[in-house]
């Protein structure tokens, strides 16, 4: 069982591209969530979905798009890269909106320069 | 402002011991708390939770106290191994009706002597 599957594991990008950040689960889950992992700031949610088709935005969502075309998946995009973003991003998901128990992926690492 | 934190950033606890990991909270609307457990490398995982109409819930080896009058949350670990050194968060959610999401604290580094 694979749970949550993000790519890429870790990617050097130079400021000004556009990035997207992959992310698929197969647990068939409602809802989908982006955080960010900076250190001493713990985890903060960029943007999130509660089901497919409707996205909502987190605490730090700014220079962050998402999109959720169907149950699976929820790429999330950074138009034009800038060093502040260098950052740990996890996908997560949820059997619904109001659960509290997330299932987390292993993270794909994220270098601006 | 509103905060979930963390009394100590790092903690060191020989094996076998118990360890207690405590959160402070200041949102008195939140409703639910959740205990995190990352290991070095990996996404975080869920532990243990617990609503606010309880005030202690109890998992395999572990157990969470919740303190409403104090807002004080902690994760009791027995008898501690070594796969438990990780860093531990707590979250809260202010409401189970709305649209809101987790809020995270910093984390706690809990290193497992041997």
């Known amino acids: 069982i694979a749970g949550i599957t993000q790519a890429p594991t870790s990617q050097i990008l130079a400021a000004g591209r556009r990035m997207t950040l992959r992310c698929t689960q197969d647990?068939?889950?409602?809802?989908m969530y982006w955080y960010r992992q900076d250190l001493g700031l713990g985890l903060r949610l960029i943007h999130y979905s509660n089901t497919a088709g409707t996205t909502g935005k987190g605490e730090v969502p700014d220079g962050y798009s998402v999109s959720r075309a169907n149950t699976d998946d929820f790429p999330l995009t950074l138009a034009s890269a800038v060093p502040s973003q260098t950052s740990v991003y996890f996908c997560a998901s949820s059997v619904g909106a109001h659960s509290g128990e997330l299932f987390f992926g292993e993270g794909s690492r994220l270098t601006v320069l | 402002g509103e905060s979930v934190g963390l009394h100590l950033p790092t903690l060191s606890v020989q094996e076998g011991d118990n360890s207690i990991i405590n959160c402070a909270y200041s949102n008195s609307a939140s409703d639910y708390f959740i205990w995190y457990k990352q290991e070095s490398g990996k996404g975080p995982q869920f532990i243990i939770d617990?609503?606010?109409?309880?005030d202690k819930r109890q998992g395999q080896r572990v157990t969470v106290l919740l303190n409403k009058t104090v807002k004080h949350l902690s994760l009791q670990i027995a008898a501690t191994q070594p796969g438990d050194s990780a860093v531990y968060f707590c979250a809260e959610r202010k409401s189970n009706f709305g649209n809101e999401k987790l809020t995270f604290g910093t984390g706690t580094r809990l290193t497992i002597i041997p």
């Open positions: 617990i609503r606010s109409n309880m």
């Open positions: 647990m068939r889950h409602n809802a």
